[in-house]
């Protein structure tokens, strides 16, 4: 999914684009519509994602050990999620952050 598609599905709610980085860092700069959970807040507050809808967790970086372990941890408790291809760096490029 290209950023300006994953953007308009994070807007109508099909998609949760789901930020684990640190609140610091996610306050420096996110995606439009981005949530924030940092990796060890994620446990404590599955409760709180939707189970029936996408997750796309991002970091700093498409291979950023956070993102993939949000991944792993919320496939493990039954949702849908996967990573998101680019990190908040190649969107800072872009403009889009």
């Known amino acids: 999914m290209k950023r300006?598609?994953?953007?308009?599905?994070a807007v109508t709610g099909r998609v949760l684009v789901l930020g684990v980085r640190p609140t610091e860092e996610y306050a420096a700069g996110h995606p439009a519509d981005a949530v924030s959970i940092p990796?060890?807040?994620?446990?404590?507050h599955l409760d709180e994602i939707p189970s029936d809808t996408e997750i796309v967790a991002y970091c700093r970086g498409r291979h950023c050990v956070l993102s993939c372990k949000a991944v792993r941890l919320l496939e493990e408790h039954g949702r849908n999620a996967r990573l998101m291809e680019d990190g908040v760096l190649e969107w800072r490029s872009e403009g889009l952050v």
Do not use: G, H, R, S
């Open 39 to 44: 990796l060890e807040e994620l446990t404590e």
């Open 4 to 9: 300006e598609q994953l953007l308009a599905a």
